[in-house]
């Protein structure tokens, strides 16, 4: 397997409460995997942690051998804007509200030297209906989407330059449960067809079981177990794990 | 001659020694901006102050200075400008493009191709060109620290999806030596190209933003664009109704109450020597 992302020893403290404790993680290339917890666990911030948005006290994070807290702001942009795509919770995180959906789609390909106006708007016109956005709202300002249609087009525009390595944090998080379950429907027809790696932090076990080949579910700072999604939803072996598969059934 | 308590050209020693120093770094890195300890002058901001810090920290006793406003030698800002040196400074000044040494400028380029003896002085009213873009003065320092200037085409890719065509008719952002984006000061889009590899030094002073920039002498200077939506400097399509020209930039005049109108040259020194250039031919 060819390692993408490689992590080990991260330690974080926020004044006594250890939100990162020893932890250790790995994504292969064309590989999903799901941080899996409740708020209070320490998912978002090793997300964060690991996209170099977020210095440990400890640890290593490795991509593609090199390291990731060590470079410097001007080549972890880079990174940002080539290998890497980041999908945040709220939409409005991730676009902007007061540029077109054609330019917000097309900001990533021009920031990467795209000067052909025309064949911009033709690759944001098929993302948009890859995302299943009605090409002719190309000019319209993203405020004037829904939320399901928000979260889509922040997808397009961080997939458009078709990044090697894709966080997301709860990319389904505000989004009411039918709307949910069709965002998540087409996250995995994308991942599926563009090959991506994805790092992916949900407190939904049905998204992680959907989307995901491997789970981590983090408690308290820490790994508390982890392996490919079947074996840990369907023969969870911690009782956190237990418990919170269970509350799922239960739900 | 100059006031009695009055330092040569107004500000004090030290303060021009200052900005000097930081007109230095701006021609070192062209396109830059470089901030100063911008001093109060005597003069409302918006009245070009900025400039004035600029061209009193480079003039010397013999040099001649010409100051336009949108072209012109005799407008109000113009005309206090000129009169400011004359009183601190006690030298020259010309409304001749050719016999200055320092031009300070609000909004034109001269017609007149400037020469390597003659230095542009721009006066600026915002020098951050991501300025409405970008309201975060220390996101817009990362953005040019990083060349990281995709944003700046989105602002233009949204004009043409919008309407058609990039509506930037004024301080049209250009790349300085392929590396800084930069705010031309408020000039027309037509004068754009006369940046391009000017033989002349041309500063940039922002006296309320407190920011010195420059463009050293033959450096290229490049409109922004898209391939298939090159810049294009326009112009009214029209002649001068004075001297007669069809490549000057013109202004449009109401010549009576039934809305008559007419196109001259902006440059009204451009305009004259060109009314006087076919008698001296004749003579
Ligand atoms: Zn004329």
């Known amino acids: 397997m060819n390692l993408l992302l490689e992590a080990r020893g991260l330690h974080l ?10 932890v250790a993680i790995d994504v292969s290339a064309g590989e999903v995997v799901a941080i899996v917890g409740e708020s209070g666990s320490g998912k978002t911030t090793l997300l964060r942690v690991l996209a170099g948005q977020m210095a440990p006290d400890s640890g290593t994070v490795r991509y593609l051998g090199g390291d990731v807290l060590g470079m410097t702001e001007a080549e972890r942009r880079r990174l940002m804007r080539t290998d890497w795509g980041f999908v945040h919770q709220n939409p409005r995180d991730g676009l902007r509200m ?20 025309g064949n911009i708007r033709d690759e944001a016109k098929a993302w948009l209906q890859r995302v299943e956005i009605d090409a002719a709202r190309i000019d319209d300002l993203p405020r004037h989407f829904s939320g399901g249609m928000q979260q889509r087009l922040q997808i397009a525009r961080t997939l458009v330059t078709r990044p090697k390595l894709v966080f997301m944090d709860e990319p389904t998080g505000g989004l009411d449960v039918s709307v949910q379950a069709r965002l998540l429907d087409l996250i995995r027809a994308l991942v599926h067809e563009l090959g991506l790696s994805v790092l992916i932090v949900t407190h939904d076990i049905a998204a992680a079981r959907l989307l995901a080949d491997r789970i981590l579910v983090m408690r308290r700072g820490q790994v508390v177990e982890q392996g490919l999604t079947d074996r840990v939803l369907d023969d969870p072996q911690h009782p956190y794990t237990q418990l919170l598969v269970s509350s799922v059934l239960a739900a | 001659m100059t006031e009695a308590g009055y330092n040569f050209a107004y500000l004090d020693e030290a303060t021009k020694r200052m900005i000097r120093r930081a007109i230095l770094k701006a021609v070192a890195i ?112 990362r953005i040019h620290a990083l060349a990281d200037y995709g944003l700046m085409h989105v602002r233009l890719y949204e004009d043409i999806a919008r309407l058609g065509h990039i509506a930037k008719a004024y ?27 000017m033989a002349a030094l041309q500063l940039f002073g922002a006296g309320r933003e407190k920011r010195i920039y420059a463009v050293p002498p033959y450096t290229p200077v490049r409109s922004l664009d898209f391939e298939d939506h090159p810049f294009r400097p326009i112009r009214a399509p029209h002649a001068c109704a004075i001297c007669g020209s069809r490549t000057s930039y013109l202004d449009e005049l109401i010549t009576n109450d039934a809305g008559g109108r007419a196109f001259i040259c902006s440059d009204t020194d451009y305009c004259q020597e060109r009314q006087e250039a076919p008698k001296a031919a004749a003579e």
């Open chain 2, 171 to 197: 301080d049209y952002p250009v790349m300085v030596n392929e590396r800084y984006l930069m705010s031309p000061s408020p000039i027309p889009a037509f004068d754009n190209p006369k940046m391009h590899q």
């Open chain 2, 30 to 141: 062209p396109g830059h901006q470089i901030p100063f300890g911008a001093r109060e002058m005597p003069l409302p901001y918006g009245w070009g102050t900025g400039g004035i810090q600029v061209t009193a920290s480079i003039l010397g006793p013999q040099d001649v200075l010409k100051v336009i406003d949108q072209g012109a030698d005799d407008t109000t800002n113009a005309v206090s400008i000129r009169r400011f040196f004359t009183r601190v400074a006690g030298i020259a000044t010309t409304d001749a493009t050719g016999e200055a040494s320092i031009i300070q400028t609000r909004h034109r380029i001269p017609e007149k191709p400037l020469t390597e003896n003659q230095i542009l002085v721009y006066q600026v009213p915002q020098p951050e060109p991501l300025f409405k873009l970008e309201p975060h003065r220390a996101e817009t320092r």
């Open chain 1, 13 to 22: 403290k926020f004044g006594a409460i250890a939100a990162l404790d020893d």
């Open chain 1, 98 to 117: 007061g540029v077109s959906a054609g330019g917000n789609v097309g900001e990533r390909l021009m920031a990467l030297g795209a000067r052909h106006y």
